[in-house]
């Protein structure tokens, strides 16, 4: 049978039958272009489109579009309160509309710039507990002939069906991040090991801060766990139900930073082909983590000082004025202090971040902690590899409580990764950890250099240390030293180590 050609009631028939995609089609993009194709073909309309709200924009957007011009229409949004779709968005009332021309309320321009004859709209909201987060509308019959009353009842269920669809997907969402999260509690991916008194300190500060929304810089070397500090002040405080969301500063240009920062709108520039949302918006109720946040551009500075100062900011290429309610945690390993006073680093947007500070100390500041880590990483790895009796023998935990650990935290979890994986499966020996036995002399340190001299003496030696490490892998060497593999490469020609 013409499932055009069905009643009323047998169409509610069908599409309670069809409302079993709903759980078995996964892809909400998919499943929603399947729920308006069928309520446009059931229907005998001519067009029809779902559009959803951005409740930060205020702004409806074409989610799909049926028809001939569907591919013309979705490049257009419409601000809510304007137009029918806009109207219905706003009031949650449903509208038939048998004559446009005749109603005021249409917002004729979108039909006129993509060429399309419109006579008739009936739209109707598309809700999720009371809440409005779209419209689903059809526009003229294929036969000329109006859209009726009886036709709202069939409508307002596909409506249904679509905000359904949206919910489910949101609770899928929602599932899979509650899993992760606890995946990593679980494995306590992120719990900050020690019982010195230096860590104590910094720890007892943190979490002193995390139940305010007071912007904190995080000092530290690199591998010293900045960001382990920053996930405690978030986990400990009432942001802890709302997002963490991080970004390293370091790794993007100026342009691709903004971006991911403040998200864009779709052809904001070329690839952009499609809205993105910002870290900004995704952290909204929660926690933004900014590391290397020393490394940002003068003009990006600018741009974060200004969103830090007014509260609210601009997708790129749109004028919408958006507000978050976002706490900023910042970290560098730079001398802050430095950048501020030779001018690389704003004053004003130091100010800003650094209400509180925290010094994250570096093994060196901690070393009763070492046996308490390498036991921690040690029970981690050999899980993974199923050696459950694998123990450090007495003389690799000296080898490495004398060891200087100048990469910190990362540097030890990555040796005891590899001394589990090239050990004998029985016990840690001194030889299976690629560190050297000695406290290292410190490269460059001697009377008559020049700081020059003596900064270069110091960059040949640590460059070389972490080749030998790392067996010549110049992309590793580079991941330990926390720099551009690019970076490594000019340093290891200037200095002419490539014979080495």
């Known amino acids: 049978m013409d499932e055009r050609k069905l009643s009323p009631d047998l169409q509610i028939d069908r599409l309670k039958e069809i409302s079993t995609w709903v759980t078995s089609v996964l892809d909400v993009d998919e499943l929603l272009e399947l729920i308006i194709d069928t309520a446009t073909r059931m229907m005998q309309a001519k067009a029809s489109s779902l559009l959803l709200l951005d409740k930060k924009t205020k702004k409806l957007y074409f989610k799909v579009a049926t028809g001939e011009k569907r591919d013309e229409v979705r490049k257009y949004e419409l601000d809510l309160g304007k137009g029918i779709a806009g109207i219905v968005a706003e009031t949650g009332e449903p509208l038939l509309i048998t ?33 409005i987060i779209g419209v689903v509308e059809i526009i003229d019959k294929e036969d000329g002939s109006p859209i009726l009353v009886e036709d709202m009842k069939t409508l307002r269920a596909y409506a249904d069906l679509a905000s359904m669809a949206v919910t489910n997907a949101q609770k899928i969402d929602r599932v899979k991040k509650e899993n992760r999260d606890l995946r990593e509690e679980l494995g306590n991916k992120y719990r ?30 690199s591998g010293a766990g900045k960001e382990m500090l920053a996930r405690l002040i978030h986990r400990a405080g009432p942001r802890r ?48 983590f900014l590391d290397e946040i020393g490394e940002m551009s003068p003009g990006m500075q600018a741009k974060l000082l200004q969103v830090l100062q007014e509260g609210i900011f601009y997708r790129v290429g749109g004028n919408t004025p958006i507000t978050v309610d976002v706490r900023v945690i910042s970290a560098t390993n730079r001398n802050i202090d430095e950048e501020v006073a030779e001018g690389r680093f704003r004053e004003d947007l130091f100010y800003r971040l650094n209400v509180v500070k925290l010094q994250m100390p570096s093994i060196r500041q901690r070393k009763e902690d070492i046996p308490l880590l390498a036991q921690y990483f040690l029970d981690l790895f050999k899980q993974e590899k199923g050696l459950q009796h694998l123990k450090i023998s007495e003389k690799a935990m000296e080898k490495m409580i004398r060891y200087d ?89 200037k200095y002419n180590l490539d014979a080495k």
């Open 192 to 221: 900050i090991i020690g019982d010195s008194d230096a860590l104590k300190r910094v720890v007892s500060d943190a979490l002193k801060v995390a139940n305010s929304k007071t912007s904190t810089l995080v000092l530290g070397e």
């Open 405 to 493: 650990w100048p990469g910190n935290v990362r540097e030890l979890k990555n040796a005891m990764e590899r001394a589990v994986v090239m050990g004998n499966d029985d016990e840690v020996l001194p030889e299976d950890l690629p560190i050297s036995g000695q406290k290292m002399d410190t490269p460059g340190m001697e009377v008559g250099l020049t700081l020059k001299e003596a900064l270069d003496s110091f960059k040949k030696s640590f460059i070389t240390l972490n080749l030998e490490h790392t067996g010549g892998n110049r992309s590793k060497a580079a991941k330990k030293m926390d720099i551009q593999r690019t970076y490594l490469s000019r340093l290891i020609s």
């Open 241 to 288: 139900s709302k997002p963490l969301i991080l970004l390293n500063c370091a790794a993007l240009p100026e342009t691709l930073l903004e971006a991911e920062l403040f998200g864009h709108e779709k052809g904001a520039f070329t690839g952009a082909l499609s809205k993105k949302i910002g870290k900004f918006e995704l952290a909204d109720g929660g926690t933004l």
């Open 99 to 131: 004559d446009v021309k005749e109603d005021p309320r249409w917002f004729k321009e979108i039909s006129q710039s993509i060429g399309f004859e419109t006579r008739s709209i009936a739209c109707v909201p598309m809700q999720v507990d009371g809440e």
